[in-house]
Each structure stands twice: as structure tokens, then as C-alpha cells.
């Protein structure tokens, strides 16, 4: 199963919002709703912070935002904090019984 | 507040198998429905999904890329899970991490990784 496609990656300024896709096929992305997005800082554990596409685990603020359409996932941060920088992975449920991640994108606040 | 703590050994020589434990504190492994997973990183690379295992043992799913060389097993005696990797090579060196697998949606609950160098 390959990899979900990510930019490697993506920058905004403090304040301005930001986007990051994540495209996959109808096997993943597309044929589930199953899309989860991972906040990694350098040297620490992955934190989930979207789940099912758009659900947001307690505790996550609501300037992060996931979409999906199609084979291609998103995530949004709005209101960039510099804390927001780090790398972010996608997820998605493959059929059957598998899972796969995106390459992965780090994120800049200039 | 669930917390999931890797242990193993560091350095595998190359054809030998990987052995890492994970153990799971702040709330029982067999509580609920929950699946416990193992996710890698190569060094400066993405995460790989390896396998998961429900709490039970009875039902595990694996990476199809990894599924030869991998078995997983669960104590919930003592809230742990393991997992094999046999035959590895340089390309198996990694930050091994363990997590909550929270039905098809997510990983909730990570360790904080543990590095296992493939080398002679």
C-alpha cells in the first residue's frame, strides 16, 4: 500500500491561515471517512488532532480544521501560532484492514 | 491520563529479530474495545503503520509490507503488548512507537518512542 501524498512543505505567517492536502485513492481517502491529522514537534510523539475527517479531540483548538473531498484530505490551521510549527501527518483507513500515512509536511511560521 | 511507555533493546544485529514491549499505565489495556498499535519512523522519514492487536490477542491486523516478518502479543496481566520483528536489516532502524488504535479512526495515545539501530 503506498504512501498518502503530502507537500513536503507549507508555510504562513503569524495570524494567516494555512492548508495542507493530503491525497490518497478511492482504496483510503476516498472510500471512508476514516482521516485522521497528526501534529509532530521535533523529537516527541506524534498528537492527534483531527479525527474522521473533521472531528476534533477535546483540547485541540478549533483553529485546526479537517475537510475532505474526493481522494484528497485537508487540514486547516487558522490564526498561525508559532507553536503550530511542526510536522503534520495524515492517515487514512485502507481496505482491508490497514492503515497508511502521509510522507508527512512541516509546517513554517515566518 | 492514559500513558504508554516503549522497552527494548537499542541495537539488533542485522538478520536477528526486534523485541519491544510496551507498557500501559493510568488505565487497564483490557478496559474496552480498543486495539493497541505500533507505528515506526526511520530517522528524519514518515511514519509507517506496523500492526495492531485488540486487547484480547485474538485478532490482529498487519501492514501488508510487514506482515512475513511481524507478531504482536498481548499480557494484560501486566497492561503490556509486544511486538517481533524477525529477519531485520538496516532499513527496519527506527523510532519504534506503541499507541491506543481507537477502532478505523485513530491513534489516540502514543509513546514517546524508543530508537532501535539495525547494525553489526
Known amino acids: 500500500q503506498s504512501a498518502l501524498t503530502q507537500p513536503p512543505s507549507a508555510s504562513g505567517s503569524p495570524g494567516q491561515s494555512v492548508t495542507i492536502s493530503c491525497t490518497g485513492t478511492?482504496?483510503?481517502?476516498?472510500?471512508?471517512?476514516?482521516v485522521s491529522w497528526y501534529q509532530q514537534h521535533p523529537g516527541k510523539a506524534p498528537k492527534l488532532m483531527i479525527h474522521e475527517v473533521n472531528k476534533r479531540p477535546s483540547g485541540v483548538p478549533d483553529r485546526f480544521s479537517g475537510s475532505k473531498s474526493g481522494n484528497t484530505a485537508s487540514l486547516t490551521v487558522s490564526g498561525l501560532l508559532p507553536e503550530d510549527e511542526a510536522d503534520y501527518y495524515c492517515?487514512?483507513?485502507?481496505?482491508?484492514?490497514?492503515?497508511?500515512f502521509g510522507g508527512g509536511t512541516k509546517l513554517t511560521v515566518l | 491520563q492514559l500513558q504508554l511507555q516503549e522497552s527494548g533493546a537499542g541495537l539488533v544485529k542485522p538478520s536477528e529479530a526486534l523485541s519491544l514491549t510496551c507498557t500501559v499505565s493510568?488505565?487497564?489495556?483490557?478496559?474496552?474495545?480498543?486495539?493497541w498499535g505500533w507505528i515506526r519512523q526511520p530517522p528524519g522519514k514518515g511514519l509507517e503503520w506496523i500492526a495492531s492487536i485488540y486487547w484480547t490477542g485474538r485478532s490482529t491486523y498487519y501492514s501488508p509490507s510487514l506482515e512475513s516478518r511481524v507478531s504482536l502479543s498481548v499480557d494484560t496481566s501486566n497492561n503490556q503488548f509486544s511486538l517481533n520483528l524477525s529477519s531485520v536489516t538496516a532499513a527496519d532502524t527506527a523510532v519504534y512507537f506503541c499507541?491506543?488504535?481507537?477502532?478505523?479512526?485513530?491513534?489516540?495515545?502514543w509513546g514517546q518512542g524508543t530508537l532501535v539501530t539495525v547494525s553489526s
Open positions: 493510568g488505565g487497564s489495556i483490557g478496559n474496552n474495545n480498543y486495539y
Open positions: 499507541a491506543r488504535h481507537a477502532g478505523y479512526e485513530l491513534f489516540d495515545y
Open positions: 492517515n487514512s483507513y485502507a481496505a482491508t484492514n490497514n492503515w497508511v
Open positions: 478511492s482504496r483510503d481517502i476516498g472510500g471512508y471517512n476514516y
